[in-house]
């Protein structure tokens, strides 16, 4: 009797661990491999310790030249790192550095460099099973060294503006269904601001903006709020004050949390030149180009850049609303 | 599941945070310039600041033409010192409110100065400080 009790504790040991078993094998039936795709070109012009840095903690995911390890190979912990990969990829590609400008590729030093000193990047979860991909102060220092060497060639948000000609009369439309309008002109300046591109930029809200900035009502941002920034290149005058001169682009981001659910509820745009040619082939570029940062280092504002700093008495709004 | 991906926004929302001065009794200040709209900006990389000019219409074509401004014609020029952008190294913003200038245009020819809000960043007359506003350029977007 006391036998066949303790055969069926023992049975009963053995059981879950062989169903775990039997269950993660099951998984692997489900388990879909990570696309494999071609290198079509390095990024032949960065010096060795830059190249060495990106390689050892960056590569696993934004390349197509992963070194996986085995456990992340299995499933479920495969289907997190598949889906990690692919978006990587698509926000970043160090395997086809090759279809970058070199504008582009100068703003994605800035975007490595921003993301690595903010810590986002190598990824925290990824971090905790793969600890050697941690980048160092010193890392940052050469990436940053690296970075500034580049400044001074076009950026991110840069489009070359289109060729000249008269603006068009009907309004462009983005791919992602965010319309121009030229109202803004008319709307409240928030925020100045210029990057390394030597851009200069003015960053007009409306109305739900306005009033969402003044009450820091980020979380989220009111639905209709849409924010504008105009890009100018820098022109510097005699006396060495810098003015907005040609005209480079208009960004838009649109709040509306239903529509834009993939890019945090935020629709973004971006309109180029004198015709105002809207950028992106498909609704897909807003999550291949602007959400990736937006979402890594301005969250603490809602996604956004250019909100104004925090720096003023609270009593000045009082003074300069009464103005 | 749940409770690692609140962690994880924890976590997030705590280093997001990390970034921003302590901001107590501080706010986020839009300039209302009531009915005058944006015409121009401007930077000074020697006196770190950074400007905006509103204006009515009067003094949108007047600068734009390059004429000497009709009677009523209005310009704000506020002035702003410029930081590093805390959540984007690489790019600069305004910061603190320096100072709100007002240029106003009577009838025979006469220009009056104002200097509304704080002080300017480097000493001028008002003489000087007009000619330096009446040069303002309207920005151009298509």
């Known amino acids: ?323 | 599941m749940n409770r690692m991906l609140y962690l994880l926004l924890t976590v997030a929302f705590f280093t997001a945070c990390k970034n921003e001065r302590s901001t107590h009794d501080q706010a986020r200040i839009v300039f209302e310039p009531g009915d005058l709209q944006f015409i121009a900006s401007s930077l000074n990389p020697k006196l770190e600041t950074m400007s905006v000019l509103y204006g009515n219409d009067s003094a949108l074509q007047s600068l734009a033409k390059g004429n000497h401004p009709a009677a009523g014609t209005v310009m704000k020029l506020v002035t702003w010192r410029y930081h590093d952008n805390p959540q984007y190294f690489g790019s600069k913003i305004n910061g603190e409110l320096l100072s709100v200038e007002t240029v106003q245009a009577g009838s025979h020819d006469s220009i009056a100065y104002r200097l509304d809000f704080g002080t300017l960043q480097r000493p001028a007359t008002q003489a000087e400080r007009i000619t330096y506003i009446m040069r303002y350029k309207p920005v151009q977007i298509p």
């Open chain 1, 1 to 323: 009797m006391e036998t066949t009790k303790n055969t069926q504790r023992i049975k009963r040991i053995y059981i879950i661990p062989a169903a775990i078993v039997a269950v993660l094998i099951g998984l692997q039936l489900f388990n879909q491999p990570i696309a494999s795709k071609p290198v079509t070109g390095h990024m032949d012009e960065a010096p060795a310790e830059v190249l060495a840095i990106l390689q050892r903690s960056c590569y696993n995911c934004h390349s197509n030249e992963q070194k996986l390890s085995w456990f992340d190979q299995l499933a479920p912990a495969s289907w997190a790192v598949k889906k990690d990969v692919d978006r990587a990829r698509e926000v970043m590609n160090f395997s086809e550095w090759d279809k970058l400008s070199t504008g582009e590729r100068t703003g994605k030093m800035y975007a490595i460099l921003n993301m690595m000193q903010a810590g986002k990047m190598p990824l925290r979860e990824y971090l905790l099973l793969h600890p050697g991909a941690k980048v160092t102060e010193k890392d940052i220092e050469v990436v940053k060294k690296y970075t500034l060497s580049r400044s001074g060639n076009e950026a991110p948000h840069n489009t070359p503006p289109a060729t000249a000609g008269a603006a068009p009369k009907t309004f462009p439309v983005s791919p992602n269904g965010v319309k121009y309008t030229d109202a803004f002109k008319q709307w409240t300046v928030i925020s100045m601001s210029t990057l390394f591109d030597h851009s200069i930029r003015v960053i007009y809200g409306n109305d739900i903006a306005v009033k969402a900035v003044r009450e820091e009502n980020f979380f989220p941002w009111p639905d209709g709020a849409v924010v504008v920034k105009a890009v100018w290149k820098q022109e510097e005058q005699p006396d060495g004050e810098i003015r907005p001169g040609e005209f480079v682009n208009a960004q838009f981001m649109e709040k509306n949390a239903e529509k834009y659910k993939d890019t945090e509820g935020w629709g973004f745009a971006k309109f180029s030149g004198q015709k105002l040619a809207p950028t992106g082939k498909d609704a897909l570029f807003a999550q291949q180009s602007c959400i990736g940062c937006h979402r890594q280092l301005s969250a603490s504002t809602g996604y956004l850049f250019d909100v104004p700093m925090k720096v003023n008495p609270a009593s000045l709004t009082e003074k300069i609303l009464s103005k």
